[in-house]
């Protein structure tokens, strides 16, 4: 491992853990505004919304909004299926599935 | 924070039991990143390290997309800060659950918050009952996707070194497909759906934006789209009401 390898590793440690614990370190001495505790409900699928659309439609950085798309059908499937049976692990898989059986057989 | 063990070691185990789909998603992902190490000039130690102790699936991608295009080391940091910056909206939802606890518990839940972890614990903390060890299920979470990922990433990193083409086997098509089953969950209320599609709108219309900054900018649009709608709906209700 070489210096530089080992500087971004402590700089990233850092980074990451910082941003992680920064509010916890200080949870019991913070207050919320009624508002803000409100807003928190809205942020996880807010943020997962705002990844996967994305990765979903411009899955190698371009745009591909067709059926050719093999990751946006997978993604409408799977969110069908997700819908539908209300199961994480049928959502993925069906997700998976759909995605390879288009890829190398359609 | 004594209490009765076995409710410990319960919460634990569910919090296990309730992330094992997650583990699948994750796996290729790890894979991949193992793979993508090998071939990007980051040394091996380097890169187990970076799963070890950085453990943060998009962070170390971005990392080692960058070491590959021989980006100096300021930039690569700045780039994880605010890649990661959503973990901030992520803790900030638990604190409420959290300040009770001692710091040794906030700094090991804090060292292991993913989306995954989030994401399956944030509905066990939101469930009404009063159990005082929801932390264990937290702790369970936690700990089986360090484990899970230091495994697959490992995987990837001496598989990488044989299968040079693994990247464009599109195995990060899981990313998005777990991601899909973790939103659903949350999809509950007219203002959650607000906010979900806007947040998703707002993320192809930020896609100019540097260091995937449009993530955290849309998670904002996303929140204030859902605030409103709240807001409209509970001054609707109110004016039934009169």
Redesign the interface.
């Known amino acids: 491992?070489?210096g530089?390898?080992?500087?971004?590793?402590v700089?990233?440690?850092i980074?990451?853990?910082g941003?992680?614990?920064?509010?916890?370190?200080v949870?019991?001495r913070?207050r919320?505004a009624p508002?803000l505790?409100?807003?928190?409900?809205?942020?996880?699928?807010?943020?997962?919304?705002?990844?996967?659309?994305?990765?979903?439609?411009?899955?190698n950085g371009e745009w591909q909004v067709s059926f050719a798309n093999?990751?946006l059908v997978?993604?409408l499937l799977?969110?069908a299926a997700?819908?539908v049976t209300?199961n994480?692990?049928v959502?993925?898989?069906?997700?998976?599935a759909a995605?390879?059986v288009h890829?190398y057989f359609v | 924070m004594n209490h009765p063990e076995s409710l410990n070691k319960h919460e634990f185990l569910s919090g296990i039991r309730d992330t094992l789909p997650l583990l699948l998603g994750a796996l290729p992902f790890g894979l991949i990143y193992g793979a993508i190490a090998a071939t990007s000039g980051l040394s091996m130690t380097a890169a187990i390290l970076m799963s070890a102790l950085v453990f943060a699936g998009s962070s170390q991608f971005i990392a080692v997309g960058l070491v590959a295009a021989q980006t100096p080391v300021a930039i690569i940091v700045l780039t994880t800060l605010i890649v990661n910056l959503r973990h901030m909206l992520y803790s900030a939802t638990l604190l409420p659950y959290l300040k009770e606890l001692p710091q040794r518990w906030r700094i090991m839940l804090a060292f292991w918050l993913t989306d995954e972890t989030f994401a399956v614990t944030v509905h066990r903390f939101q469930r009404s009952d009063s159990s005082p060890c929801k932390h264990w299920y937290q702790l369970g979470s936690s700990i089986a996707m360090y484990l899970n990922w230091q495994f697959w990433c490992f995987l990837g990193l001496v598989l990488g070194h044989r299968i040079p083409d693994a990247q464009s086997w599109g195995l990060d098509v899981a990313m998005p497909v777990t991601f899909i089953g973790m939103i659903i969950p949350f999809v509950k209320t007219i203002p959650v759906l607000v906010s979900v599609l806007t947040a998703g709108a707002a993320s192809l219309l930020t896609l100019a934006m540097p260091y995937k900054l449009g993530i955290v900018v849309s998670a904002f649009a996303g929140i204030a789209s859902g605030l409103l709608a709240q807001r409209i709906i509970d001054a609707r209700r109110e004016a039934h009401r009169q």
């Not at chain 1, 990844?51 to 899955?59: Q, R, S, W």
């Not at chain 1, 959502?91 to 998976?96: C, E, F, K, Q, Y």
């Open positions: 491992m070489s530089a390898e080992a500087w971004m590793l700089g990233m440690v980074v990451t853990f941003i992680r614990y920064f509010l916890f370190a949870a019991d913070i919320l508002w505790e409100l807003s928190l409900k809205f942020i996880p699928p807010a943020v997962l919304t705002a990844i996967t659309v994305p990765a979903v439609l411009l899955p093999s990751y997978a993604a799977s969110l997700g819908i209300r994480l692990l959502t993925i898989g069906m997700g998976l995605f390879f890829r």
